[in-house]
């Protein structure tokens, strides 16, 4: 069961007060019943030693009449039960008795314990020797037999009269000590009630109001000050938290329209990406279709010009024939290569890469001459590597007209852009390098060309996609790796898969 503080405080100030109060009053039993034996002792010793000087006299001389009438006159003391007078040699001169005559002899038995509480016929006696000695000679003995039964029984009952009043004063000192801590742990009681109904009842300010007058007082009135204070807080909290729930919800909402927006949005941008991507494409198609049209033109007008000088025979027409059929072979070999780069497709495969970065350069040549760009390649081992072609051809080309829109915007007289693959001994790696000499990037924009929606173009001309969807291939595509760093006059990418 559990006590409370109250009744544990009380019991312990009782407990400590009872074991004083019967520490003290053990202590005066004690004194008062010593004090008491030796009151009595001392008085017997006097009178012992009183009768002794008296009968001195007469014994030298023995006067045996005077030594019967101080013998008498002594025995008329209260306590004295019995007198026997010896001289030197041990020879009884005078017997006194009060009590019974066998007193006598038990007194002039020399094995009675002397100076000790004895017991004879229900009474308590105590029984003294004493030698009587004038200058130094023996002159004879006394011994006395003194009846303690009355002083016994006054003692005894000294001790219950004591017993009792310490008695009613342990149980005055219980209640009172009883009263003082009922008193001391009230207000503390009440205030733990209190404090307990301010724990259940959250929702609600509880009024403490201890009128105690002390620190109790002080304590419930800065709990009760606490007490407000801290629900007001709660009632605050409770209104903002509130409000964040509703907020919350306002917002999840909002998030989720947001989240839908940036969706569509970024549907929106990628096709607007790709279309931009293809009209690029087309444009390079255009530019490097010019050339093998030309060809083919060339190649008719040849052919009408040697009929009409009768020098077209069989032979003449059928190399004319090879030519425009490699010629077309080339220009439907470039349209494959198109589609192949435009199809949806997400089947990784194992591919030529240095076929793929052939096809792109033959693809963008025409279009950079056109623009007084020249392209050096530098391939020349077969490379086999794990990847979607079609989306690496974007890649590659992303980065190549990203160098041509540079050497165009910053009027570079004469563009260069160089393209290497090597394979690295020490990983089995293949590492394709782009350089260029269209001044660079800024410091402050390299390090956020490959983020999503970023482009140091107008935002009418460009997307921020292209280098992107590149970094966002050769890494989660390839599982490769792509860095930009500026070199002298130019930039340059590094591409390891």
């Known amino acids: 069961m559990k006590i409370s503080f109250k009744y544990k405080f009380i019991y312990s100030f009782v407990t400590i007060e009872l074991a004083f109060l019967t520490m003290i009053i053990l202590l005066n039993f004690h004194t008062l019943h010593n004090t008491e034996h030796k009151l009595l002792y001392e008085k017997i010793d006097a009178s012992t030693m009183l009768f002794g000087e008296l009968i001195k006299t007469p ?15 002594f025995s008329s003391l209260k306590n004295v039960d019995t007198i026997i007078v010896q001289d030197k040699n041990d020879r009884v001169l005078s017997t006194f008795t009060k009590g019974h005559t ?10 009675i314990a002397l100076d000790k509480k004895i017991k004879i016929n229900g009474q308590i006696y105590i029984a003294k020797e004493f030698l009587l000695v004038e200058e130094g000679i023996h002159i004879g003995n006394m011994k006395i037999l003194f009846n303690i039964t009355e002083s ?3 003692i005894i009952f000294n001790t219950k009269v004591t017993f009792l009043i310490a008695l009613f004063e342990i149980i005055v000192s219980l209640f009172v000590s009883f009263l ?3 008193k001391l742990t009230d207000a503390l009681s009440r205030l733990t009630l209190v404090t307990k109904q301010i724990t259940e009842n959250e929702d609600r300010i509880v009024n403490i109001n201890i009128k105690s007058g002390d620190e109790v007082e002080t304590l419930s009135n800065s709990i009760q000050l ?6 007001v807080r709660n009632k605050k909290i409770a209104e903002t938290t509130q409000e964040l729930k509703e907020l919350n919800a306002n917002l999840e909402k909002r998030i989720s329209e947001e989240v839908q927006r940036n969706k569509e949005k970024d549907v ?3 096709s607007k990406f790709r279309w931009v991507a293809m009209g690029e494409m087309l444009v390079n198609i255009s530019h490097y279709w010019r050339q093998p049209i030309a060809a083919i033109s060339a190649i008719a007008q040849d052919i009408i010009d040697a009929h009409k000088y009768n020098e077209l025979d069989s032979a003449y027409l059928r190399h004319s024939v090879d030519n425009v059929v490699m010629i077309t072979k080339d220009m439907s070999t470039m349209i494959d290569f198109f589609k192949d780069s435009y199809k949806f497709s997400d089947e990784v495969e194992d591919f030529n890469l240095s076929t793929t970065i052939r096809n792109c350069i033959k693809l963008i040549d025409a279009s950079l001459k056109s623009e007084n760009i020249v392209l050096h390649a530098d391939i020349h081992e077969e490379v086999i590597v794990r990847g979607i072609p079609g989306e690496f051809s974007q890649a590659l080309l992303n980065i190549l007209i990203n160098s041509k829109e ?5 009027k570079i007289p004469s563009g260069i852009i160089n393209i290497s693959l090597d394979k690295l001994a020490y990983n089995c790696k293949s590492v394709l390098i782009i350089t260029d000499n269209g001044g660079g990037i800024l410091e402050e924009y390299i390090d956020k060309i490959f983020d999503p929606y970023f482009s140091t173009k107008n935002k009418t001309a460009g997307t921020g996609l292209g280098l992107y969807n590149t970094k966002v291939t050769i890494e989660n595509i390839m599982h490769g790796s ?3 760093y500026n070199i002298e006059g130019g930039v340059a990418f590094r591409i390891e898969v």
């Not at 001389?61 to 006159?73: P, Q, R």
């Not at 006598?104 to 038995?109: A, G, V």
């Open 59 to 73: 014994l030298m001389i023995y006067d045996l009449a005077t030594i019967d009438n101080e013998v008498k006159m």
């Open 102 to 111: 066998d007193n006598i002899q038990t007194l002039l038995n020399n094995n």
């Open 152 to 154: 016994k029984e006054v």
């Open 180 to 182: 003082i801590g009922y």
């Open 226 to 231: 606490m007490h407000e204070k801290i629900f």
């Open 268 to 270: 929106l941008m990628m």
């Open 406 to 410: 540079a050497i165009v915007l910053n």
């Open 482 to 484: 792509i860095a930009v």
